[in-house]
C-alpha cells in the first residue's frame, strides 16, 4: 500500500480471485486521487467483474475523514433527467447551503427539490463540480459509478464535465462501463483501466472454490466456456443438474445459461433487427462457425449485412477465414435463451433441411423441433446413436436412443428404444441407476420388450457391474440364449449377450460356467465372432488355446491405434491381458480412458483402466498404476460400478504395495477383496488373493506359504484350463519349491511349461520358462539356461521378472564360486529394484552382493552423484575386473569403459584406480574434485 493511501488492499482484496494486480492498480489511483484529484473508467466485458472491484475499492477505504459515494445506474431512470445526479448528491443536500446562490438555485431545480425555470445544463454541471470541490475540503472524496453508461443523458454530461476538471481537487471518480459502449462518458476519452478475464490458473482456482463438487471433465468444460468470466464461473454451474455436475449425465452441446448469464447480453441482442437475430440464432444452433454454411442455410437473406448490426454492437465477429466468431460462449447461449420455442423449431426445421448430407446433424434438428411423436424422426435417431458409438460418443448414443423412444408412436417400438438405451447406459456408459429406470419404463410401455436379449443383456450387466452377481448374471443369460437363438451373422444383440457371457466366465472362475459357455458358442452360426472366438482362447484358455489364434491377436492389435469403438478396444485389450500384449492396445486404451473422465463410455473406461494397470504392473510403471488405480476406485464408487472397485483396490494395489514391502496391508486387502468375491461367486478373486499372497510370502522370505498359496492356483506340474491366472506365478510357484526342497514338483511345472510352449506366447513368458528351467539344472547347464533367460529379446519390458531372475542368476554364479560374474547381475538386479522400490528385493540384492565380497556398495549412491553406469563401472573396476572385462559384460567399447573412469575419478576425489577400491568401500566417500589431474586408467 502506499504512503497516505486511503484504502487497505489487504482488506479489500479478500474474496477477489485473481485480481490482486487489478486492485493494486486501483488502490494506486485513489491514493493518488486523494490528494489531486482524478478520474478512471473501469471497462471490460459484462461479468468480468467490474462491480465486484468497484465494491471492493469502496470497502476498503479507511482512512478518517474519507467519504465515499456508491451509485448504480438504473436502466429503469435513463429518461429521468438529472436523475444519476439526484443519487449521487443525495448526501451531500445539506453542503449547499455554503454554495453561491445561482449555484445552490440550479442544483435544487435540477434535482426537483423546489420548483422553478430549468437551469442551464453548463449551470447545473459548475454547480456540482463546486459542490463537490466543497465536500472535499474536509477529506476525500470517492464517487463509485456502477454502469455509468445506464444513468440518464443530463447526468452523464454533468458527469463528463466535472471529469475533466477535477485535477487540483481531493475528488476520486471511479466509473464502470461495458466495453464497446456508447455515451458521453465514454465518449470524453478518460483514463481506462480495462478489466480482463482471469487468467486460466484463478479462473480454475475460482471454479473450485464456489463449486469443489464438480466432476474433473465438467471443471474443464465450464472453464471453456466461460473464458475466465467470474460471473459465468459462478452461474454455468448452477445451471447444471447434480447428475451433471458429476459426469453421471452427459453435458449438453449447448451449455445452459441462468437468467443472470442472459441479462447480460440480453439488451444488446433484444435491440438488434428481427433478421440480425434470426441469423445468429442459427449460427448458435448450428455446429460448426461456418459464414458459408450459414449463407446456403438461408440463400434469400444477405447474412453479411444482416450480421452487420450485431458486428457493430461487439457480440459476433466475421473472420477473414470466413469463420463467424461469438464474442463469447455466453453470447450463443443468451441467443438460444432469448428465442421463443417457435423460433427454436423453426431455426432447428430450416438447419434440418440444409443437412441432409449430415445425417447425425439432421437427426438430431429434427428431433428438437418435434413436439409429437414422429417414427421417421426416431428411426434416424436410432441409426445416429449407433454410428456414434461405433465413434466413440457413448453419451450421445444413450441421448439418441432416450430420445428416439420419446419420438416413437407405436409401444413397442418405444419399448425396444428404451431395452437398447439400457443396455448402453449399463455397460457402456455406466449409468446403472439409468438404466434400472429405463428398463422398468420399456417394461411399463410394452412388457413383452423385457423378455429378449436385449433386455436380458442389460439386466445382467447391471447384475454384474452393480450387485456384481455372477452366477445370477450367467444363469439370466444363459436361459435367454436357447429362447432367442443363435442365427446371424452380425447381430449385435447376440455378440453382446455372449461377450458378456464370457466375461462372466471370467470373472466366475468356474470350469461348469465355461462349459456353458463354450455350448452357446458351438451352437452360433454359421460361425461365432471373430473377436468373441479371439477372446474366448486367449483370455479364457491361453495356455492350451492361444496358439490358435496368435496371428489373429497380432491383428487385432496392429490395427487398434486407428479404431473409434470404444467396445471394440475394450474386448481387443481384454484378450490381449494374459498374453503379454497389453501394451500394443494402451493407444486406444488411452483414449477410451479419457472418455472416461470426460463422463462419456465410463463403464468401458473402468474396464480399461483395470487391463491398463495390469499392463503398468508387467511394465514396472508402479507409480503409474497405484495412481491409475485410485482414479478408478474413485469413479467407480461414484458411478456404483463395485467390482471394479474391489479388483483394483484389493489386486493391483497389494501387487504393489507387497513388491515394495507393505505385505500386511497388502494381504488385508487382497483378503477383503476375497471375502468380497466369495459372496458373489467370483472366483477370479480368489486366485488374484493367491498371487497377492505368493508375492507377498516371497517378499517376507517365507518360501513354503508362497508355494502353497502359488500352487494353490493351478497345483506344481499342472497348468489348469480356463485359470489364466498361473501365467502370473510361474516363477513364483518354481522359485518358492525350490528354496523348500521339493525339486520334483518344480520340474514338474517346468515340464508341463515347456509341454504347452507358452514360451512362445511371449517375451515375458519366454524369459521366465528359461529362468524356471534354470531353477531345476544342474549347476552346468543352469548358467547357460540363465544367460538365454536375461538376454530374452523384449526382456527390459518386464523389470521386476528380470530383475528376479538377474538375483537368481547372481546368486547361483555365487554359490558356483564365481563372484565377479555374480556381482555383475547382482548389481543389475539392484539397479532395477531402486528403481520400483521393490525394499524386500533391494535388501536380498544387497545381502548377496555383501556375500559376493561387495561390502560397500550400499553407501555409494547417496553419498556420491554417479549415475547408474557409473557406479556399475566404478563397482566392477574396484573389484579387479579389467576394462575389457568390464566392457564385455556391459556391452560397451573399451575406449568407453575408459572415459567413463575418466570422469568417475574427480567425482570420487581420487587420482588413481589404486584408490577406487577404498572409494567405493567408504562409509562416507568424499564428493569434492582433487586438484591434481587424474591418471588415464588402463
Known amino acids: 500500500m502506499t504512503a497516505g493511501s486511503s484504502t487497505d488492499p489487504a482488506r479489500w482484496q479478500r474474496g477477489l480471485c485473481g485480481r490482486e494486480q487489478a486492485l493494486e492498480d486501483i488502490d494506486g489511483f485513489l491514493t493518488a486521487a486523494a490528494l489531486g484529484g482524478g478520474v478512471l473508467a473501469l471497462t471490460g466485458d459484462p461479468g468480468v467483474g467490474k462491480t465486484a472491484i468497484l465494491d471492493a475499492a469502496g470497502a476498503g477505504t479507511t482512512a478518517p475523514g474519507t467519504r465515499v459515494i456508491r451509485v448504480d445506474g438504473l436502466q429503469r431512470d435513463a429518461q429521468v433527467a438529472y436523475s444519476g445526479l439526484d443519487r449521487i448528491l443525495s448526501t451531500l443536500h445539506t453542503d449547499m447551503a455554503s454554495l453561491p446562490a445561482d449555484y445552490r438555485n440550479a442544483l435544487e431545480v435540477a434535482l426537483s427539490l423546489v420548483s422553478g425555470p430549468r437551469p442551464a445544463p453548463l449551470l447545473v454541471a459548475n454547480a456540482t463540480l463546486a459542490l463537490l470541490q466543497k465536500a472535499a475540503e474536509l477529506g476525500p472524496l470517492f464517487i463509485l459509478l456502477d454502469n455509468v453508461s445506464w444513468l440518464d443523458p443530463a447526468s452523464s454530461v454533468v458527469l463528463s464535465f466535472i471529469g475533466r476538471r477535477l485535477h487540483g481537487s481531493h475528488v476520486a471518480l471511479l466509473a464502470t462501463t461495458r466495453t464497446g459502449v456508447v455515451g458521453p462518458f465514454s465518449a470524453a476519452d478518460f483514463p481506462k483501466y480495462e478489466v480482463k478475464p482471469l487468467d486460466d490458473e484463478a479462473a480454475a482456482r475460482l471454479l473450485t472454490s464456489q463449486s469443489p463438487e464438480l466432476a474433473e471433465a465438467v471443471h474443464g468444460r465450464l472453464l471453456l466456456e466461460a473464458q475466465g468470466n467470474p460471473l459465468a464461473l459462478?452461474?454455468?454451474?448452477?445451471?447444471?443438474?447434480?447428475?451433471?455436475?458429476?459426469?453421471?449425465?452427459?453435458?449438453?452441446?449447448?451449455?445452459?445459461?441462468?437468467?443472470?448469464?442472459?441479462?447480460?447480453?440480453?439488451?444488446?441482442?433484444?435491440?438488434?433487427?428481427?433478421?440480425?437475430?434470426?441469423?445468429?440464432?442459427?449460427?448458435?444452433?448450428?455446429?460448426?462457425?461456418?459464414?458459408?454454411?450459414?449463407?446456403?442455410?438461408?440463400?434469400?437473406?444477405?447474412?453479411?449485412?444482416?450480421?452487420?448490426?450485431?458486428?457493430?454492437?461487439?457480440?459476433?465477429?466475421?473472420?477473414?477465414?470466413?469463420?463467424?466468431?461469438?464474442?463469447?460462449?455466453?453470447?450463443?447461449?443468451?441467443?438460444?435463451?432469448?428465442?421463443?420455442?417457435?423460433?427454436?423449431?423453426?431455426?432447428?426445421?430450416?438447419?434440418?433441411?440444409r443437412t441432409v448430407a449430415r445425417p447425425h446433424a439432421r437427426a438430431w434438428h429434427l428431433a428438437h423441433a418435434a413436439t409429437s411423436p414422429d417414427e421417421p424422426v426416431a428411426q434416424l435417431l436410432e441409426a445416429t446413436s449407433q454410428n456414434s458409438l461405433a465413434g466413440g460418443d457413448a453419451q450421445g448414443a444413450l441421448r439418441a436412443l432416450a430420445r428416439a423412444a420419446e419420438l416413437s408412436p407405436d409401444r413397442s417400438d418405444q419399448g425396444r428404444r428404451l431395452v437398447e438405451a439400457a443396455n448402453v447406459a449399463a455397460a457402456v456408459?455406466?449409468?446403472?441407476?439409468?438404466?434400472?429406470?429405463?428398463?422398468?419404463?420399456?417394461?411399463?410401455?410394452?412388457?413383452?420388450?423385457?423378455?429378449?436379449?436385449?433386455?436380458?443383456?442389460?439386466?445382467?450387466?447391471?447384475?454384474?457391474n452393480r450387485e456384481c452377481d455372477v452366477h445370477s448374471a450367467h444363469r439370466l443369460l444363459s436361459e435367454a440364449l436357447p429362447l432367442y437363438g443363435y442365427q446371424g451373422v452380425g447381430d449385435d444383440a447376440l455378440t453382446d449377450a455372449l461377450h458378456l457371457l464370457f466375461l462372466l466366465c471370467c470373472y466366475g472362475g468356474d470350469a461348469r460356467l465355461w462349459a456353458e459357455f463354450h455350448e452357446a458358442l458351438a451352437r452360433v452360426s454359421p460361425a461365432a465372432p471373430d473377436l468373441l472366438t479371439l477372446a474366448a482362447k486367449s483370455a479364457g484358455d491361453p495356455v492350451h488355446q492361444v496358439r490358435d489364434v496368435w496371428d489373429d491377436l497380432d491383428r487385432a492389435t496392429s490395427t487398434l491405434h486407428e479404431e473409434l469403438d470404444p467396445v471394440r478396444i475394450v474386448r481387443t485389450a481384454t484378450a490381449c491381458i494374459y498374453t503379454d500384449r497389453t501394451s500394443a492396445c494402451r493407444e486406444g486404451l488411452s483414449r477410451v480412458i479419457q472418455d472416461g473422465r470426460d463422463g462419456g463410455a465410463v463403464a468401458l473406461a473402468l474396464s480399461a483402466i483395470t487391463t491398463a494397470c495390469v499392463d503398468d504392473w508387467h511394465a514396472g510403471h508402479w507409480d503409474e498404476a497405484l495412481s491409475l488405480a485410485a482414479e478408478g476406485i474413485s469413479l467407480s464408487q461414484a458411478r456404483g460400478c463395485h467390482r471394479f472397485t474391489h479388483i483394483l483396490g484389493g489386486y493391483v494395489r497389494p501387487l504393489v504395495l507387497a513388491a515394495r514391502g507393505d505385505t500386511d496391508r497388502a494381504l488385508a486387502w487382497a483378503q477383503d477383496m476375497a471375502d468380497w468375491g466369495e459372496a458373489r461367486h467370483m472366483g477370479v478373486t480368489k486366485a488374484l488373493t493367491h498371487h497377492v499372497s505368493s508375492l507377498s510370502a516371497i517378499a517376507a522370505g517365507d518360501f513354503s506359504t508362497a508355494y502353497e498359496q502359488a500352487s494353490a492356483i493351478s497345483p506344481a506340474g499342472v497348468l489348469a484350463p480356463y485359470v489364466p491366472q498361473t501365467l502370473w506365478v510361474l516363477l513364483d510357484l518354481v522359485e518358492s519349491a525350490v528354496r523348500i526342497g521339493h525339486l520334483e514338483e518344480?520340474?514338474?511345472?517346468?515340464?508341463?511349461?515347456?509341454?504347452?510352449?507358452?514360451?512362445?506366447?511371449?517375451?515375458?513368458?519366454?524369459?521366465?520358462?528359461?529362468?524356471?528351467?534354470?531353477?531345476?539344472?544342474?549347476?552346468?547347464?543352469?548358467?547357460?539356461?540363465?544367460?538365454?533367460?536375461?538376454?530374452?529379446?523384449?526382456?527390459?519390458?518386464?523389470?521386476?521378472?528380470?530383475?528376479?531372475?538377474?538375483?537368481?542368476?547372481?546368486?547361483?554364479?555365487?554359490?558356483?564360486?564365481?563372484?565377479?560374474?555374480?556381482?555383475?547381475?547382482?548389481?543389475?538386479?539392484?539397479?532395477?529394484?531402486?528403481?520400483?522400490?521393490?525394499?524386500?528385493?533391494?535388501?536380498?540384492?544387497?545381502?548377496?552382493?555383501?556375500?559376493?565380497?561387495?561390502?560397500?556398495?550400499?553407501?555409494?549412491?547417496?553419498?556420491?552423484?554417479?549415475?547408474?553406469?557409473?557406479?556399475?563401472?566404478?563397482?566392477?573396476?574396484?573389484?579387479?575386473?579389467?576394462?575389457?572385462?568390464?566392457?564385455?559384460?556391459?556391452?560397451?567399447?573399451?575406449?568407453?569403459?575408459?572415459?567413463?573412469?575418466?570422469?568417475?575419478?574427480?567425482?570420487?576425489?581420487?587420482?588413481?584406480?589404486?584408490?577406487?577400491?577404498?572409494?567405493?568401500?567408504?562409509?562416507?566417500?568424499?564428493?569434492?574434485?582433487?586438484?591434481?589431474?587424474?591418471?588415464?586408467?588402463?
Open 234 to 353: 459462478q452461474e454455468l454451474p448452477a445451471a447444471l443438474s447434480v447428475e451433471q455436475r458429476t459426469t453421471s449425465r452427459p453435458l449438453p452441446d449447448l451449455l445452459p445459461a441462468t437468467a443472470k448469464l442472459t441479462d447480460l447480453y440480453a439488451e444488446q441482442l433484444l435491440a438488434l433487427p428481427s433478421v440480425t437475430r434470426d441469423v445468429l440464432l442459427l449460427s448458435a444452433l448450428q455446429a460448426q462457425d461456418d459464414l458459408a454454411l450459414l449463407c446456403a442455410t438461408v440463400p434469400e437473406v444477405d447474412v453479411l449485412a444482416a450480421l452487420g448490426p450485431a458486428e457493430q454492437a461487439g457480440l459476433v465477429a466475421v473472420q477473414h477465414d470466413g469463420h463467424l466468431v461469438f464474442r463469447h460462449p455466453l453470447v450463443r447461449s443468451s441467443v438460444v435463451e432469448l428465442s421463443s420455442p417457435i423460433e427454436l423449431r423453426r431455426a432447428h426445421l430450416l438447419l434440418a433441411q
Open 429 to 464: 456408459t455406466g449409468n446403472l441407476s439409468d438404466a434400472s429406470k429405463l428398463l422398468r419404463a420399456a417394461r411399463d410401455v410394452a412388457p413383452a420388450s423385457t423378455d429378449s436379449l436385449r433386455a436380458a443383456t442389460a439386466a445382467a450387466s447391471l447384475m454384474f
Open 746 to 938: 518344480a520340474s514338474a511345472h517346468v515340464e508341463a511349461m515347456q509341454a504347452s510352449q507358452i514360451d512362445a506366447i511371449s517375451p515375458r513368458l519366454e524369459m521366465i520358462t528359461l529362468a524356471c528351467a534354470a531353477l531345476t539344472r544342474d549347476p552346468e547347464k543352469a548358467r547357460e539356461t540363465y544367460e538365454q533367460s536375461v538376454n530374452t529379446h523384449g526382456a527390459e519390458r518386464t523389470p521386476f521378472d528380470l530383475g528376479r531372475i538377474e538375483l537368481l542368476f547372481g546368486e547361483h554364479l555365487r554359490r558356483t564360486h564365481d563372484p565377479a560374474d555374480s556381482r555383475f547381475h547382482l548389481l543389475k538386479s539392484l539397479d532395477i529394484f531402486e528403481h520400483l522400490e521393490a525394499r524386500p528385493w533391494v535388501q536380498r540384492a544387497r545381502d548377496e552382493l555383501r556375500a559376493a565380497g561387495l561390502t560397500g556398495h550400499a553407501s555409494v549412491p547417496a553419498n556420491v552423484p554417479l549415475t547408474a553406469e557409473e557406479l556399475e563401472i566404478a563397482t566392477l573396476a574396484a573389484a579387479g575386473l579389467t576394462n575389457k572385462e568390464i566392457a564385455d559384460g556391459l556391452y560397451l567399447s573399451d575406449r568407453t569403459v575408459g572415459a567413463r573412469l575418466y570422469q568417475i575419478f574427480p567425482k570420487l576425489g581420487i587420482t588413481s584406480r589404486a584408490a577406487l577400491r577404498d572409494a567405493m568401500t567408504a562409509s562416507d566417500p568424499p564428493i569434492a574434485s582433487s586438484d591434481s589431474p587424474p591418471s588415464t586408467p588402463d
